[in-house]
């Protein structure tokens, strides 16, 4: 299973549309459902995808070997990207996450599924939630 907010994913579609007939491809990050101040029914280590990385903060150099640069080491577990040539599937380029969102046109939260590292689709459960406030360091 795969948790992900719906402010995520319409942000994410939102992309994906804008880029259109371009696909992107997106390092997202989670936070453990037990951070949530709302009551989620999952255990509490549960990741949910909260977060993304933008695509061109890596620079000129972006990935190697299909690590991608600017993401900080030991997050990016997951990834999003878009087909805008209509194929709901994962494909080998996209397949360096545990956890792949894929979505398609028309850019709707129905034309999205999830997939892990060997291609196999999961359950995608979109959560009415909002990650909790994150603080600067010292505040």
Request: without cysteine; charged residues 25%.
């Amino acid at each position: 299973m795969v948790y992900i907010t719906r402010g995520l994913l319409a942000a994410l579609l939102e992309m994906a549309a804008e880029a259109d007939p371009d696909g992107i491809s997106v390092v997202l990050a989670s936070t453990s459902a037990g951070e949530f101040e709302s009551e989620l029914e999952l255990e509490s280590e549960t990741p949910v995808l909260t977060h993304f990385y933008f695509p061109e903060t890596s620079g000129s150099v972006n990935a190697v070997f299909g690590v991608d640069l600017g993401t900080p080491a030991g997050r990016g577990r997951a990834r999003f990207v878009s087909h805008p040539d209509g194929r709901l599937a994962a494909t080998r380029e996209d397949t360096f996450a545990a956890a792949l969102v894929v979505a398609v046109p028309p850019w709707e939260s129905d034309s999205v599924a999830a997939f892990d590292r060997n291609d196999r689709r999961l359950d995608l459960d979109v959560l009415d939630v909002e990650p909790p406030q994150e603080r600067l360091v010292g505040e």
